[in-house]
C-alpha cells in the first residue's frame, strides 16, 4: 500500500543511487541548502526524526516548516526545544497480548462498513503490520526432550480461539502478517529478519522512496531494534492502533543523552555484565522521556548482538530508546543475518547520504553525556526486585544474605523437607534457571557461552541440582540451529536446559507450575526462594508466585546457577559442585574464554542458517497449518467464545 508523502515545499527530495537502482529520498543537506537551519550536528537518533518531517510536511496541517527548522534550534540550545511534532513511524509491530484488540477492533470495523452499505476490503492498516505470537507459550513440561512438542501441544489447546482468529487475519487483512507460534520472540524475529535498517516503498505518484526504518511495537521492549539504528519503542494498544490507521503521533522534540563508549570489554565479561552496568549508570542519571544515543571508540569493539542486548533494556533504564547509529557492524549483522545484498548496499548509501553513519569525525550536539570504559566492567547480577539493581558478581552471596537481613527479614537457615526427596528447601535455593529472553537469546555469543559452560561442566560429571527448574525458550529457531551445529544442545540438554518453547515464557511469568512439593516446602516455610533468568525484568512475583527473590545473570551464569543451586554460594570462589570423582569444581574450571566463544560463533552462526529458518516464517509448522478458518472478508464471531467477541462501538451507526 503505497504511503503518503507530503508536498515538499521546501524542495528536499533527491536522487539516491544504490545497488543499482534509483531511490528518491528527503535530504537533510538539501533542507539546509534551503534555509531550514543547521542540522550538522544532530544527532543520528534525531535525525530520523527529522527526515520524517521533511517527509511528510505538508504545509502546517500535521507538519510545517517551523517544525523543521526547530531541530536546528534544538542544535543551537544546547540539544532541547521540546516543540510538539507529529510523527509518523514506518510500521507496526504487536506480540499476541496486546496486539489482538486491535485485530478484533479491524474486524468490527469490516463489520460495521458493510451494514453501511460499504465495501469491506477498504478496512486495512495502512501501515505494515506484523504480529508475533510469543506471549502464549508456558512451561509445563521442562527436563525432557518431548517438552517442547508438549508445550506446544497444552499452547494450542489453551489459545486456539486467538489462534483461529488471528490466523484468520492473516488471510483477510492486507497489509498484516502473522508469525505463527513456535518461531520465535517478535523483537528477536524484527531484528533478525522484519527490520531493513533503511525502508523502502512507493509513493502515491508510484516512485520508490527510501527512508529510515522506524516502528512504534505494543510490547515495550520494541527498543531493542536501535541496536540496528531502526527508531522504535513501545507504545499502548489505541497509539499503536492509530499508527497502524496512518495517524501520526504526537510527541515533543527528545531531549537525547549521549552515553560514551570506550575501551574493550576484558575477559571473562559478557554483554550481559555491560547492560546491567548500563543499566544502574542511566537509572542514576535519570533519562525518562529522553533518547539515549551511543556513541564513542567502544563501539568499534561491540558486536551488533551486545547493543541489540543493550537496546533492549531501554524501558528498565527509562529512556524512550537506546540508539546505536549504522557503522560498518550494522552492514555486517544485516549480512550475516541474511538481508539481501541491495538492501545492505542502499543502508550505507543512504547513512552516508543522510549523516546517519558513525565514522571517526562523528561529534553530534547531546542534551547531556555520560561516559564509560568498557575496561571496568565486570562480571554482575542484578536483583532481587529491580533491574538496576546491580550486584557485582563476587558479592552477591553477602547481597543476599543483606537482603534476607534487611528486605526479607527471615533467617537464613531454617529448612524445610521436600516430600519425597532427599533434600530440604531453605531460603536462597534456586528453584528456577531460565536462559530465557530476547534480551539475551538474541546473541550468539552469551548463548555459545552458556553451550560451552555446560559442556564442561557435563564432560566432568556435573548436574544441576534436583531442586532446579531448568529451562532453555530462545527467541529464535536459528538459536536452535547453531547450538547443534555447535555440539552444545547435547550439553545443555544433560544438564536439564532441554528446549520448552520459542517464546518469552519465564521473561513474562510464563514459567509455569514448580513441581508441587518444592512449591508446599516454600509455602509451609515461609522461604525467599529465588530464580536466576536471562531476561530483562525481576519483579516480585513477576517470575513465579512462589518466588521472592530473582536475579537477572547471563546465561553462562544461569547454567552455573543451576549446577550451584543455592545464592547463598559465592560462585567466584567456592566450589559450584563436585566432579565424577568427587573433586571440587570451580566456576574458573568450566568457563569459557572469549576466544573459545567467538571462534564457535563465526563456526556455527552462518547466514545460511538464517536463510533457512526465516525462508517461510509466515507459513507456520503442521499444527499451524491445521487451524481451521473461514476464507472470508469478515469473521465469524464464534458466539461462545469469552475471549474473542464482537465490540459494540459500531453497531447502530448510521
Known amino acids: 500500500m503505497p504511503i503518503q508523502v507530503g508536498q515538499d515545499s521546501a524542495k528536499t527530495r533527491r536522487i539516491l543511487t544504490a545497488g543499482g537502482r534509483d531511490y528518491a529520498y528527503y535530504s537533510i543537506k538539501a533542507a539546509e541548502a534551503a534555509g531550514l537551519g543547521d542540522f550538522s550536528r544532530l544527532p543520528a537518533a534525531l535525525r530520523v526524526v527529522l527526515e520524517n518531517m521533511l517527509r511528510f510536511e505538508d504545509g502546517g496541517r500535521t507538519v510545517s516548516l517551523d517544525d523543521i527548522r526547530a531541530f536546528a534550534k534544538w542544535a543551537e540550545t544546547g540539544g532541547r526545544n521540546p516543540r510538539e511534532i507529529a510523527y509518523r513511524p514506518a510500521r507496526v509491530l504487536m506480540q499476541d497480548f496486546t496486539g489482538v484488540p486491535a485485530v478484533v477492533d479491524l474486524a468490527a470495523m469490516r463489520d460495521g462498513i458493510i451494514e453501511l452499505g460499504g465495501d ?21 513440561n521442562f527436563g525432557t526432550p518431548r517438552a517442547f512438542q508438549l508445550n506446544v501441544e497444552r499452547e494450542y489447546e489453551r489459545n486456539i480461539e486467538r489462534y483461529t482468529f488471528l490466523k484468520w487475519g492473516q488471510s483477510a487483512f492486507d497489509n498484516f502478517r502473522v508469525v505463527p507460534p513456535g518461531t520465535g520472540i517478535c523483537h528477536q ?47 499502548g494498544g489505541i497509539e499503536a492502533e492509530a499508527a497502524m ?37 542511566l537509572r542514576d542519571k535519570g533519562v525518562v522521556g529522553k533518547f539515549v544515543e551511543f556513541y564513542g571508540p567502544g563501539l568499534d569493539h561491540l558486536p551488533l548482538p551486545d ?70 566492567v565486570v562480571p554482575a547480577i542484578s536483583g532481587p526486585k529491580r533491574p538496576q539493581d546491580f550486584i557485582a558478581l563476587d558479592g552477591a552471596k553477602a547481597a543476599f544474605a543483606r537482603e534476607m537481613q534487611e528486605t526479607f527479614k527471615r533467617p537464613l537457615d531454617k529448612e524445610v523437607p521436600v516430600e519425597g526427596e532427599d533434600y530440604a528447601m531453605s531460603s536462597g535455593k534456586v528453584v528456577i534457571a531460565s536462559i530465557t529472553s530476547c ?41 536452535t540451529e547453531y547450538l547443534k551445529a555447535a555440539g552444545l544442545q547435547d550439553d545443555l540438554d544433560a544438564l536439564g536446559f532441554n528446549l520448552v518453547g520459542y517464546g518469552c515464557t519465564t521473561c513474562i511469568g510464563n514459567s509455569g507450575p514448580l513441581p508441587a512439593p518444592i512449591s ?14 536471562s531476561g530483562n525484568r525481576n519483579f516480585e512475583g513477576r517470575i513465579s508466585p512462589d518466588i521472592r527473590a530473582n536475579y537477572l545473570a547471563s546465561p553462562p551464569l544461569v547454567v552455573a546457577y543451576a549446577l550451584a543451586g543455592d545464592m547463598n554460594i559465592d560462585i567466584t570462589s567456592e566450589p559450584l559442585g ?77
Request: proline share 6%.
Open 120 to 140: 469491506a476490503e477498504k478496512i486495512n492498516p495502512l501501515n505494515p503490520v506484523d504480529l508475533v505470537i510469543d506471549h502464549s507459550v508456558m512451561i509445563d
Open 189 to 235: 524475529v524484527n531484528i533478525e529478519y522484519l527490520a531493513q535498517t533503511t525502508w523502502t516503498d512507493t509513493d502515491q505518484s508510484g516512485e520508490t522512496v527510501a527512508y529510515p526504518d522506524t516502528l512504534v511495537g505494543t510490547d515495550s521492549h520494541t527498543t531493542m531494534v536501535n541496536g540496528l539504528a531502526v527508531l522504535g519503542w513501545g507504545v
Open 245 to 281: 490507521l496512518g495517524q501520526p503521533i504526537s510527541m515533543l522534540i527528545p531531549e537525547v543523552v549521549g552515553f560514551k563508549l570506550t575501551g574493550e570489554m576484558r575477559e571473562g565479561t559478557t554483554a550481559t555484565d555491560l547492560v546491567l552496568k548500563v543499566v544502574k549508570m
Open 307 to 376: 547493543r541489540a542486548t543493550i537496546a533492549n533494556m531501554a524501558p528498565e533504564y527509562g529512556a524512550t530508546c537506546g540508539f546505536f547509529p549504522v557503522d560498518g557492524e550494522t552492514l555486517r549483522y544485516l549480512h550475516q543475518t541474511g538481508r539481501d545484498e541491495d538492501r545492505i548496499a542502499l543502508v550505507e548509501a543512504y547513512a552516508r547520504e543522510n549523516g546517519l553513519w558513525r565514522g571517526p569525525d562523528y561529534d553530534p550536539v547531546y542534551t547531556d553525556t555520560l561516559e564509560l570504559d568498557m575496561a571496568e
Open 439 to 479: 534480551t539475551n537469546t538474541s546473541n550468539p555469543y552469551v548463548m555459545i557461552g552458556a553451550g560451552l559452560v555446560a559442556k564442561k561442566a557435563h564432560a566432568l560429571g556435573m548436574k544441576s541440582k534436583p531442586w532446579v527448574k531448568t529451562s532453555l525458550a530462545p527467541g529464535s529457531q536459528v538459536v
Open 520 to 533: 508446599k516446602a516454600i509455602s509451609e516455610g515461609d522461604l525467599v526462594a529465588c530464580s536466576v533468568l
Open 578 to 654: 563436585q566432579d565424577k570423582g568427587g573433586n571440587d569444581v570451580y566456576l574458573r574450571d568450566i568457563w569459557p574464554t572469549t576466544a573459545e566463544v567467538a571462534d564457535l560463533v563465526h563456526k556455527t552462526v552462518t547466514r545460511e542458517a538464517f536463510q533457512e529458518k526465516y525462508a517461510d516464517v509466515f507459513a507456520g509448522d503442521e499444527k499451524w497449518q491445521a487451524v481451521e478458518t473461514t476464507d472470508s472478508l469478515t469473521y465469524d464471531w464464534p458466539p461462545s467464545s469469552t475471549y474473542i467477541r464482537k465490540p459494540p462501538f459500531f453497531e447502530g451507526m448510521s
